[in-house]
């Protein structure tokens, strides 16, 4: 029997796996490494789409590089724009979002995810969400900020009326440290 709730990435791309067909078209909202661009681009499929945005644009090409060695790369476009400006790039319906928020590993942990541009995205991203479509959001309060973040995500699912939004949370209650958690949203 696999383990079901190893982590909140892991429970965030089983999730998003259930929602998501081949041809939709989906959005990686923090791109970093590039791995969940990549789950979404094998997702989606050769006829789906892939849209990207990280404010690093050492992210970009490490993530662009990662999804040519893969043949992956003409079905994602990868912006560098803050996510705070997803509806000036997103103009058609979307059935996934996902935020992995914080800093990137191993790289400048100055550059995180902030309350208020998060907090816009998110409203953002309810706007292009089709039918069905889901949000994930994984979030980490163990950095400077973090508990703020945490805080304007739930202002923002709070206002959600529930007959026409599911919105859940999963969190980690006997791990040590801060553990990141998954919060989804999805349109009824
Ligand atoms: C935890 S990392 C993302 C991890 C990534 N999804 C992966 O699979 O490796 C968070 C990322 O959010 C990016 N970021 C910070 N502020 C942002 C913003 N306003 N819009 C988009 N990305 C942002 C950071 O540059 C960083 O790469």
Not at 27 to 56: E, H, K, P, W, Y
Not at 118 to 128: D, H, P, R, S, Y
Request: charged share 20%; aromatic share 6%; net charge neutral.
């Amino acid at each position: 029997m696999a383990r079901l709730f190893s982590n909140a990435v892991t429970l965030s791309h089983k999730f998003i796996a259930e929602v998501v067909c081949l041809g939709d078209t989906v959005i990686d909202a923090t791109v970093g490494n590039g791995s969940d661009t990549l789950f979404l681009a094998q997702l989606v499929g050769a006829t789906g789409r892939v849209i990207g945005f990280d404010t690093q644009p050492s992210a970009l090409e490490r993530t662009g590089d990662r999804l040519k060695e893969v043949g992956l790369r003409q079905r994602v476009s990868l912006i560098h724009s803050g996510h705070e400006n997803l509806t000036k790039h997103v103009k058609e319906p979307v059935k996934a979002c996902m935020f992995n928020l914080g800093y990137l590993p191993g790289g400048e942990h100055s550059i995180v995810t902030l309350p208020g541009t998060t907090k816009a995205a998110i409203e953002q991203a309810l706007t292009v969400l089709e039918r069905n479509g889901l949000i994930t959001v994984v979030i980490y309060t163990g950095h400077t900020g973090g508990t703020e973040e945490a805080a304007a995500v739930a202002e923002v699912v709070s206002k959600l009326p529930q007959h026409l939004w599911d919105v859940a949370e999963i969190t980690f209650p006997n791990r040590k440290n801060h553990p990141p958690y998954l919060l989804t949203i999805q349109r009824r």
